[in-house]
């Protein structure tokens, strides 16, 4: 059964990118264009690992993150950003389980091997 992960970001071009590219390497993948989206997703217990923006509207990525962990506790997500993100946030108590922060913008192959990454982290 293939990998589920969850992609949240407000930008839909962002997203279609984002989700054909993953669901050629074979990966089952759902959207959300925000952190409320995400987090009403019925099948969210069956997700893998997320890939989120850090700036969504009224909930950020890392308070995305945050409410992820304490729902689905272990599951890795990384963090993409188009600004700035305090090299500390990923290590805040309460966020630990952000495993990547990746730069906006950056190439597709940077995301896939990132998601990789945190993927053969849990194995």
Do not use: C
């Not at 759902?30 to 995400?38: H, M, Q, Y």
């Not at 700036?55 to 188009?82: K, Y």
């Amino acid at each position: 059964m293939a990998e589920h992960v969850l992609l949240v970001d407000d930008e839909p071009n962002i997203l279609r990118v984002w989700r054909l590219e993953l669901e050629d390497r074979g990966y089952r993948v759902s959207t959300a264009a925000t952190g409320e989206d995400a987090l009403a997703l019925p099948d969210l217990a069956t997700v893998a690992a997320v890939i989120t923006d850090q700036h969504l509207p009224s909930m950020s990525g890392v308070e995305l993150a945050a409410e992820l962990a304490r729902r689905l506790p272990g599951v890795p997500v990384i963090l993409t950003t188009g600004g700035t993100l305090d090299p500390g946030t990923a290590s805040e108590p309460g966020v630990p389980h952000v495993r990547a922060v990746l730069g906006k913008p950056f190439f597709v192959s940077d995301l896939v091997e990132a998601l990789e990454g945190v993927l053969g982290a849990r194995a």
